[in-house]
């Protein structure tokens, strides 16, 4: 892939952004540059790039994923035809050493040099559809309700467990929950109404609950990050950014550790995945059988469940292309044994 001539590192906070613009490494065009995180910067961005003669059509900007930081910048420069990249900070930071100055002039000027650098595996920005950014919003407001009503249900736990305790604590408490809980169905409900204003989202989400322990959450998590289900992704892919992919750690003769997956990783797909894998091992007659038999082998249960997870993501990236609902007598066979089976006939 053709590099283009320009890199801009972008290192971007709450109030303001650190631009800084680079031909190659050792090479910058100019001091970094400050912008405020508003519609006049960007407006004033723009601008300096025209008057350093850097279009759309031949330069690169790449920035960390800040969360809503970075969010209108992107979307001003996409609207304006720039090609964003939005890579993890933790990637970008690995490939420099932690020595030196940390600034956001630094930190710009080292964003652009990983631009250079990585320029074929960044990570190229796009929106979402609206759609998807109402029912990702909802997911996240949803997760949040209920860390408070499950904090809100230990502190009332805790209080019965003491001996003297005002009566009126319990019965603010018990409200508060009741009330959680009605905005959390509340939520739910819009989310599905949401979806099923959109008949093809719809039909996939009915489709990916055919699967026994897959419900509206899971099903609407996957939505989110398939982008409405219009990125075709694989299994494996899916599993890799969930963060529940098995790992292998080995070097040389002496250092050989069993194969596990990162502790890390979004968290609300990883908990449904975890909640879905547990009950289908429990109620499907087949995931049930594969668990014991994991479970005589002598393999953790934690492993056995996340082994589950990984087949549910494959089997609902199969369903998604295929546009079928679950069959409890699929199976899933090797691609070389097909290539095989080719290669005779």
């Not at 979307?75 to 304006?80: A, E, I, K, S």
Request: hydrophobic letters at 40%; proline letters at 5%; aromatic letters at 8%.
């Amino acid at each position: 892939m053709k590099h283009p001539k320009y890199f801009v590192g972008i290192d971007i906070s709450s109030e303001s952004f650190t631009v800084c613009a680079i031909l190659k490494p050792g090479a910058s065009l100019h001091q970094p540059e400050d912008y405020d995180n508003d519609l006049e910067g960007f407006k004033r961005l723009v601008a300096w790039f025209k008057s350093l003669k850097m279009t759309h059509a031949n330069m690169i900007i790449c920035m960390e994923a800040t969360g809503v930081y970075g969010e209108l910048l992107c979307h001003y420069l996409f609207d304006h035809g720039y090609v964003v990249a939005v890579d993890p900070p933790l990637k970008v930071k690995r490939a420099f050493s932690v020595a030196g100055h940390k600034t956001d002039a630094v930190d710009s000027l080292q964003i652009a040099v990983y631009a250079f650098r990585f320029y074929d595996s960044l990570c190229i920005w796009e929106p979402r559809e609206a759609i998807v950014e109402k029912v990702k919003a909802m997911l996240s407001i949803r997760e949040l309700l209920v860390r408070h009503r499950t904090a809100q249900k230990n502190a009332r736990t805790a209080l019965k467990r003491k001996k003297v305790v005002p009566e009126s604590t319990i019965v603010v408490l018990e409200r508060e929950i009741e009330s959680l809980t009605g905005s959390i169905k509340t939520l739910e409900n819009e989310m599905s109404d949401l979806i099923s204003s959109h008949p093809q989202m719809r039909q996939l989400v009915d489709i990916l609950k055919t699967i026994p322990g897959v419900q509206e959450l899971l099903a609407s998590n996957i939505l989110v990050l398939t982008n409405g289900f219009k990125q075709a992704k694989t299994g494996k892919e899916l599993a890799a950014y969930i963060r529940i992919a098995p790992y292998k750690f080995e070097s040389g003769k002496s250092v050989k550790k069993r194969a596990k997956s990162p502790k890390h990783g979004p968290p609300i797909p990883r908990k449904l995945l975890h909640l879905a894998a547990r009950s289908i091992t429990t109620h499907n007659p087949r995931f049930r059988k594969y668990y014991l038999q994991k479970q005589l082998e002598g393999k953790d249960n934690y492993l056995i469940y996340n082994n589950v997870a990984n087949k549910l993501l494959k089997i609902m990236c199969a369903m998604i292309k295929e546009r079928k609902p679950f069959t409890d007598e699929h199976i899933s066979i090797n691609p070389s044994y097909l290539n095989f089976g080719l290669q005779r006939s």
